[in-house]
């Protein structure tokens, strides 16, 4: 329960919010992509099953999550102030 609650303060105090590999069923994990979003943090779903929050989230990229996240790591290292 410790590590529940930790995992919601967290939630609800990030600026981004990524979901990866998660059909967002199971409870209470699947409670803490909505209390980030609400908090105003950026949503960003990579998976390759749709979920209840596809219509909710800020991005949504369908693919296998092995595939999509070096391609997220790479475009964000690129971008990266070199200072």
Do not use: W
């Not at 409670?31 to 209840?52: E, I, Q």
């Not at 595939?67 to 990266?80: F, K, N, S």
Request: hydrophobic share 45%; glycine share 4%.
């Amino acid at each position: 329960e410790t590590e529940v609650r930790r995992a919601a303060a967290l939630a609800q105090s990030c600026d981004l919010f990524l979901v990866v590999g998660s059909t967002l069923l199971v409870q209470p994990a699947a409670l803490l992509p909505d209390m980030a979003h609400r908090n105003g943090a950026f949503l960003a779903m990579v998976n390759l099953s749709k979920t209840p929050y596809d219509t909710v989230c800020d991005v949504r990229i369908q693919g296998k999550a092995g595939e999509i996240l070096p391609q997220i790591a790479d475009q964000v290292l690129a971008q990266r102030d070199p200072n």
